[in-house]
């Protein structure tokens, strides 16, 4: 009596992991981007209390959020320093204007000086 696999249940056990992985890889692909859109949101949450933090303290809303050069924020071009108590973000996001910033997800956001709103 011979043991092992016959070829048919080995092409089957490579049928279904094929399976699997077809559908695992999409869902991983998915998950960056949702990391990445949930990785955006958090800066913006924390951008926002930040400023009512800074509202709560000096009756007014902050006149910019950084000091920063319009680009991408890295090391040397620190984003949102003057509202972030961590000291401001240093990647994935680009400032395209003296207000405007787009986050690692694409979405812009703009920030209102009067209203304080960063939509």
């Not at 092992?4 to 998950?31: H, Q, R, S």
């Not at 924020?73 to 994935?92: A, K, M, P, R, Y």
């Not at 996001?93 to 812009?108: D, E, I, L, Q, R």
């Amino acid at each position: 009596m011979r043991k092992g696999f016959t070829l048919i249940e080995l092409i089957m056990i490579i049928v279904v992991l094929g399976i699997l992985a077809a559908v695992a890889v999409p869902k991983y692909f998915d998950l960056q981007t949702q990391a990445r859109d949930s990785a955006e949101k958090g800066v913006v949450g924390g951008v926002r209390g930040g400023i009512h933090t800074y509202f709560a303290q000096n009756r007014a809303y902050p006149g910019s959020l950084d000091s920063a050069a319009i680009g991408a924020c890295n090391s040397t071009n620190i984003c949102f320093d003057t509202v972030l108590q961590q000291g401001g973000i240093t990647s994935q996001w680009n400032k395209t204007g003296a207000t405007v910033y787009v986050g690692p997800a694409g979405t812009t956001f703009t920030y209102n000086t009067t209203s304080g709103d960063f939509k």
